[in-house]
């Protein structure tokens, strides 16, 4: 959708949906569903079109074409309008009662078609089943559904099981133990967590913490392939869920406190075998930046600047490694992921930009030739690091349509960006701050304040956010139906103190001494609404814990997210109101996923257990107030009524 | 430092061996006072085993082993140096409360409490990834780390060594923490 817009006639815009329609229809798995969408065509085929129209003509101009993809179609037949624009590209498309990937599509949306739960009767969602795997540390990951089958991974020591759904009782079918090294447990900066699986073609991949990328029959929970990736003495580890385009699986390191060298790497899907690897400092052969490299601004621009903008040799353990999502433009063939915060985290160690700590990276996919990159936080100071999921979006930003990605970084700034180009669209908080007093679009760069720069052993009082962040990995989901990015932020701050750190292998490089408490309002966490084509908030549900969960949409209007104290909930789409509530075992730190069942009931599934950077060092924070919870897993899945297939034999044995 | 079972039994049981003259690593260099009694010497604290003694039940008495910086507040603060300077503090946090590594200021220790115990942890190492420190610091460094950690109350004194092996310890209120709120 680059490029401009042409005038669209009202009949070309209704032959499109017509075509769109069709397309929703194998998506539905029964009769039941097909029916619940075609009714909803029947009543929602005008207003849509008026809807479509008005984007078209308000957003567009005469030179512009409305976009209509895919499921923007379906999202507008179902009522309600898009309030941005947005539209999305779904591919791969996998089946709308499946959930194969962590962010379930390329584009990172985390939506689903599925809708037989929607804002009238989610107020009834009861527990249908649970599970426990029995670990204490945080629950990080989605679980996968695949064939009536539902794969779980604990944290370490990365165990993976496969849940039979066609049988009552979800029994467990068969346990993956990867046995990995003991010693991966005390070199994750931030528990001992697991961000998931990919599914792809009968293998399950995954990360070990120890530093090895497995893939496991899906079928059987046989290893088929191991790979070595790094060197778990020297503190790194492997949190991050891998991304799956084709034949390749792209995976990336854990360990920017403790000086590891990030990179991201691309392995073989059938062998395993490593394809390139490409490092996030060092020289532009290491970080893989050739003569298609074209970032949009000035100061990316130059030769080695992932040399150069260090003190000489400090890149080597400079960090910059890639630990949470990654998103991928099938049309440009592209790869989007953020780097870490840069090593030590003491920044009076290491004056310079150093790139490319702190960046999103645009990268062929095929290749891992670099095309752009742009830098959220030079020479971060505060552990901003730039992981934080990029989800794409076509938007139409004054008056024309452009390919966008969407970023809530850790620094509080919400990025629109040119996801050809790398060029900021938009950039405006999202969070509390106090450590930028602006942002100059010019030079693509933030205004740091410099009353909120630390130096060492000077205590420095309220910087906000703190090394959280105003949103940590915790991913944000996005709606076509809305056209809207619902996000789990934090409301934090801390007083800092910075302590010079000398590079001892298998230690902590950090050095930060942080305490940390909550921005003005009191509240730890907070939901929210975002117009990534205005770069402003639409609506928010403030939670006085923190909010560290992924979100999942769905066609139902409904999002859900859970907190740190254990409440799942699910909001309505459009007006933020809380429609219903359910108090889990543990705090959630998970990421929702929704499935069809074998009985085509649609489930909602999310693990509880609260841990990961949600309670690190919380003793001398203020961030876990009295009330708590304990940790300890329990995945829950939930169905309208808490009917379930075992429900269904109960009933029948009565 | 490999010595037999027997042997082991042998020295913790010889109290008299305990103590002895400086050890000859100890080159820690500070201006802390060295201890009256000199350090423990390197085959006692080999001698006290991190798990139960088969066939002797009870007798541990090597895990008696004191800190000869006990209280020495010169110690406790070039302690508290070390632990910033050796990136103890990256996993154990700046307060000790823990972080990646496990609090150590509470009263659980997965391996043992007493100052010798929390001597041979740094010494030694532990598989979930606490690095070992004997290669690097001077047995008299490791005891002022140990000093420091001492002062954060969570320890368990070295007189208590039968008590902490059987759990006669008293239990630990947990109490309501504060919201804080800053304007």
């Known amino acids: 959708m680059n490029g401009p817009c042409r005038a669209t006639t009202r009949a070309q815009m209704k032959s499109r949906l017509a075509v769109e329609v069709d397309q929703i229809e194998p998506l539905s798995r029964n009769a039941g569903d097909e029916f619940w969408a075609l009714s909803k065509l029947q009543f929602g085929r005008s207003p849509v079109l008026l809807t479509w129209l008005m984007v078209g003509i308000c957003s567009c101009g005469k030179s512009q074409k409305p976009v209509v993809m895919e499921l923007t179609a379906h999202a507008a037949t179902t009522g309600g309008a898009n309030l941005t624009g947005a539209t999305f590209n779904f591919a791969p498309g996998d089946p709308a009662g499946e959930w194969h990937s962590q962010a379930r599509d390329y584009a990172n949306t985390r939506y689903s078609t599925l809708d037989q739960i929607d804002t009238g009767n989610v107020s009834k969602l009861r527990v249908a089943w649970t599970f426990s795997d029995g670990m204490e540390a945080g629950h990080e990951a989605a679980p996968l559904v695949v064939n009536n089958t539902m794969y779980v991974v604990t944290p370490f020591p990365d165990v993976l099981y496969a849940l039979d759904l066609t049988k009552t009782g979800e029994p467990i079918k068969w346990t993956f133990k990867p046995n990995p090294s003991p010693m991966a ?271 060492p052993d000077v205590k420095l009082l309220n910087v906000c956010p703190p090394d959280l962040g105003g949103k940590d990995w915790e991913p944000a989901a996005a709606s ?142 203020a961030v876990k107030p009295a009330g708590f919870p304990a940790g300890g897993n329990t995945l829950y899945v939930f169905s309208i009524g808490g009917d379930s297939m075992t429900a269904d034999s109960n009933q029948s044995t009565r | 430092m490999k010595i037999s079972l027997q042997t082991r039994f042998a020295v913790g049981i010889t109290l008299g061996l305990l103590f002895t003259d400086a050890c000859s690593r100890s080159e820690g260099g500070s201006a802390t006072t060295p201890p009256a009694r000199g350090f423990p010497a390197v085959n006692a604290i080999a001698a006290a085993p991190l798990g139960q003694v088969a066939g002797a039940s009870g007798n541990v008495a090597a895990l008696s082993i004191a800190n000869p910086f006990e209280g020495n507040p010169q110690a406790i603060e070039q302690g508290k140096q070390l632990y910033i300077k050796m990136n103890c503090a990256g996993c154990h946090a700046y307060n000790g409360k823990g972080n990646m590594g496990p609090d150590l200021t509470d009263t659980y220790w997965r391996y043992g409490g007493l100052p010798v115990e929390i001597y041979k942890s740094i010494e030694e190492g532990r598989p979930q990834g606490m690095p070992s420190w004997g290669a690097a610091l001077p047995p008299e460094d490791i005891w002022k780390l140990v000093a420091y950690i001492e002062s954060f109350g969570g320890s368990v004194s070295a007189k208590d060594y039968e008590h902490a092996r059987q759990g006669d310890q008293p239990g630990e209120q947990i109490a309501p923490e504060v919201l804080e709120q800053r304007p």
Not at chain 1, 411 to 418: G, H
Not at chain 1, 498 to 524: C, E, H, Q, W
């Open chain 1, 185 to 455: 447990k005390g070199k994750a900066c931030c528990d001992s967590v697991n961000r998931g699986v990919a599914y792809v073609e009968g293998k399950l991949i995954y990360n070990l913490l120890d530093d090895h990328t497995v893939a496991v029959d899906a079928k059987t929970g046989n290893e088929i392939w191991r790979t070595k990736m790094g060197n778990v003495e020297t503190g790194e580890t492997m949190t991050m869920a891998p991304f799956v385009v084709g034949n390749k699986v792209y995976v990336g390191n854990s360990g920017g406190e403790m000086g590891a060298w990030g990179w991201i790497a691309a392995l073989d899907v059938a062998s395993g075998k490593e394809l390139w690897r490409a490092y996030s400092t060092g020289s532009d052969q290491q970080v893989r930046i050739g003569s298609d490299f074209k970032p949009f601004y000035e100061q990316f621009k130059g030769k080695d600047l992932g040399v150069s903008t260090w003190p000489a040799g400090m890149w080597r353990h400079g960090a910059g490694t890639v630990w949470t999502w990654v998103s991928y433009d099938p049309q440009l063939n592209l790869i989007y992921y953020g780097t870490s915060n840069p090593s030590p985290r003491v920044p009076d160690q290491r004056p310079g930009d150093n790139l490319w700590t702190s960046t999103i990276f645009a990268r062929d996919a095929t290749t891992g030739m670099a095309r752009w990159a742009y830098q959220t936080t030079p020479h971060d100071r505060w552990d901003y690091d730039g992981v934080n999921e990029n989800i794409l979006l076509d938007l139409p930003i004054d008056g024309t349509m452009r390919k966008a990605l969407v970023h809530f970084d850790r620094n509080a700034y919400a990025y629109t960006i040119d996801r050809t180009s790398g060029e900021v669209l938009r950039a405006a908080p999202f969070a509390y701050q106090n450590w930028s007093s602006g942002f100059d679009m010019k030079s693509g760069r933030p205004i740091v304040n410099p009353d909120k720069e630390p130096h």
């Open chain 1, 480 to 621: 076509p139906r809305t056209g809207l990015v619902y996000a789990s932020i934090f409301n934090l701050c801390m007083d800092l103190t910075d302590n010079k750190v000398g590079y001892i292998p298998s230690t902590p490089y950090d050095g930060m001494n942080i305490r940390r408490f909550p921005a003005p309002g009191g509240n730890l966490g907070e939901f929210m609404a975002w117009n990534p084509a205005t770069g402003k908030k639409v609506w928010s549900v403030k939670e006085t814990y923190m909010t560290m969960s992924g979100v999942l949409a769905t066609a139902g209007d409904v999002v859900f997210y859970g907190t740190a104290d254990g409440w799942f909930r699910g909001v309505d789409a459009r007006s933020g109101k809380v429609l219903w509530s359910q108090k889990l075992g543990s705090g959630i730190i998970g990421q929702p996923t929704t499935f069809l069942g074998p009985d085509h009931r649609q489930y909602i599934a999310i693990s509880s257990g609260i841990g990961g950077a949600a309670t690190i060092r919380a003793d001398i924070d």
